[in-house]
């Protein structure tokens, strides 16, 4: 029997040593190769071929978002499900938007992921029946926008993760420690971010930011 080879890409190696060993196990699945952040995983995918790549979204130096999108622009057959601790309409929907056939939780590391992975690996959607639920929700109640007035599709998803921590108050160097980056990446987050936006000062980023949900209304 075939094997589906699969790519696993998250920047914490306990996590991809527990998922290997896990995907491992099972009769038809073995794990092809392994990445800590979105540059090596692209550097991978140029002499590693596999059927299924399992992505989390926040890492190092190119979030998953961007490595979907780029995957995706490259040609690359390879089909991708999306593992991530974030419960989140907007990143589920950005996620398939950009590419991906599937999305699961990293708390169902368990027969719920191999039911996704041999979905996935079949060129099928697979997502869970809460995460069916939310994004149907979301499409039944958002109200329709352009798509150039969508933070989440104007911005990268490490330009969001900054405008996140800058609008609730968090400092430079706050932001920079919490992502594990340089103040001075903060920095050209920053300014990328606000370019792309149209604004000039943070009060215009809180105003964007409780516009679209990322902050409660009282804020």
């Not at 999305?103 to 979905?119: G, S």
Request: glycine letters at 6%.
């Amino acid at each position: 029997m075939s094997k589906i080879k699969i790519i696993l890409a998250d920047d914490h190696s306990v996590l991809r040593t527990g998922l290997k060993l896990l995907l491992n196990n099972e009769p038809d699945l073995i794990v092809a190769g392994e990445a800590s952040d979105g540059e090596q995983l692209l550097r991978l995918l140029e002499s590693v071929t596999a059927d299924v790549l399992i992505t989390d979204l926040a890492m190092p130096n190119m979030g998953g978002l961007e490595c979907i999108k780029e995957i995706k622009s490259r040609g690359y057959s390879i089909k991708i499900l999306v593992l991530t601790m974030y419960e989140d309409e907007h990143y589920l929907k950005t996620a398939m938007q950009a590419g991906a056939l599937g999305y699961v939780e990293k708390q169902a590391v368990d027969t719920e992921l191999f039911e996704a992975v041999r979905t996935v690996a079949k060129g099928q959607r697979y997502l869970s029946p809460g995460n069916a639920q939310l994004l149907l929700n979301t499409l039944l109640t958002e109200t329709p926008v352009t798509q150039s007035d969508d933070p989440y599709v104007v911005l990268t998803h490490r330009e969001r993760e900054v405008l996140k921590y800058m609008v609730r108050g968090y400092s430079m160097s706050q932001v920079a420690q919490l992502l594990c980056i340089s103040v001075k990446t903060v920095d050209t987050y920053k300014t990328r971010m606000m370019e792309k936006l149209g604004c000039t000062e943070k009060c215009q980023l809180v105003q964007y930011a409780i516009k679209y949900g990322m902050l409660p209304t009282s804020t």
